[in-house]
């Protein structure tokens, strides 16, 4: 939550927000949430992990809808989804932005099970708009909505999408453009992992 303090104090050019980790590499819906978050909780870890308890049952519960919806597992095996420790650890002791945005793509899965296509894309593009890799579900979802609707209905859904970005987007947009495209938006950025 460190990265939105700047934010919070009207700082809005993107490439002076900074956390504890670094400079903020996350478009601009992971500074709405964790801006919940922080006035939620008060910065506060305690009421923070129950919040993303609540989400983890919330992704839980999502997840098994659509095993249910897809009818490819029996009953039995869908309480093995509740058995995994390193889904705790990441929803409730590390607090990630990963959660909020993996929440997010897999309401969107279960929309496009109903053919809440348009939704479906809205709810898409906030994840997105919380953490990029998000953007990894999108060929399989442009085939999805290629077959499922009309060009002119695949058109209007991706400016639906392209308007939440612009919107969220917004108040870097008219200060700082450039710096939050190239922050938020970094394509070309490299991840270094050591263990």
């Known amino acids: 939550m460190s990265q939105v303090t700047g934010f919070i104090g009207g700082e809005r050019n993107y490439a002076e927000l900074r956390g504890d980790t670094g400079p903020l590499v996350y478009p601009a819906g992971f500074l709405y949430f964790y801006s919940a ?3 939620l909780t008060g910065g506060a870890v305690f009421p923070a992990q129950v919040i993303f308890g609540i989400l983890y049952i919330i992704n839980l519960g999502i997840i098994l809808l659509i095993y249910k919806k897809s009818n490819l597992l029996p009953w039995w095996a869908l309480c093995l ?32 099970l109903y053919e809440h296509w348009y939704l479906g894309l809205i ?18 979802l442009l085939l999805l909505m290629l077959k499922g609707m009309s060009i002119r209905g695949v058109l209007s859904a991706l400016s639906a ?25 970094d394509l070309g950025r490299v991840f270094i992992h050591f263990w």
């Open 37 to 39: 978050f922080q006035f």
């Open 81 to 112: 989804l509740c058995l995994s420790k390193r889904v705790h650890s990441i929803f409730v002791l590390r607090l990630f932005n990963d959660c909020v945005a993996v929440a997010l793509a897999h309401a969107t899965i279960a929309l496009l």
């Open 123 to 140: 709810v898409f593009s906030v994840a997105v708009s919380v953490k990029m890799n998000v953007l990894l579900y999108a060929p399989s």
């Open 161 to 185: 999408a392209a308007l939440v970005q612009v919107l969220f987007g917004f108040p870097f947009l008219i200060s700082y453009p450039f710096e939050y495209i190239s922050k938020a938006f």
